[in-house]
């Protein structure tokens, strides 16, 4: 993972979310807009006095859509309920429109283009 990777952007733009300690999460590169969005409006609706504790403790794909955990509250939930809700809908190769494929045992949210690559 090299310096101008996305993931390590997006952990040190809201490093705030991750404890100060952003950690590298295992999803495909088609999904980075979306853990964007996820971010700013977690930021948006966290609360001064939950600010400090929250911190996402994992975020990863399994089963081709998007798991997301943390240590926050319910609205934290059902923005990653929105989110995880979404993946399935995002190719996770190329972010264009897609949706939940199983090929070769594995699920992945992929659009035709990018299906079995
Ligand atoms: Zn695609």
Same mark, same amino acid.
């Given at each position: ?24 999460? /295992? ?16 930021? +948006? ?5 939950? #600010? ?22 319910? #609205? ?6 929105? +989110?995880?809700? +979404? ?21 992945? /949210?992929?659009?035709? /283009?990018?299906?079995?690559?």
């Amino acid at each position: 993972m090299d310096e101008s990777d996305w993931r390590r952007h997006l952990g040190r733009r809201w490093a705030e979310q991750f404890g100060g300690r952003p950690f590298g999460f /295992a999803v495909g590169d088609g999904w980075d807009h979306l853990l964007a969005e996820v971010f700013r409006r977690v930021d +948006a609706v966290l609360e001064d006095d939950e #600010r400090d504790a929250f911190a996402w403790s994992d975020i990863k794909e399994k089963w081709g859509v998007l798991r997301m955990t943390h240590n926050g509250s319910d #609205r934290i939930d059902d923005l990653v309920d929105w +989110a995880e809700a +979404a993946s399935k809908r995002i190719c996770d190769r190329c972010g264009w429109s897609g949706r939940l494929r199983s090929g070769g045992g594995h699920w992945r /949210a992929r659009c035709d /283009a990018c299906d079995g690559l």
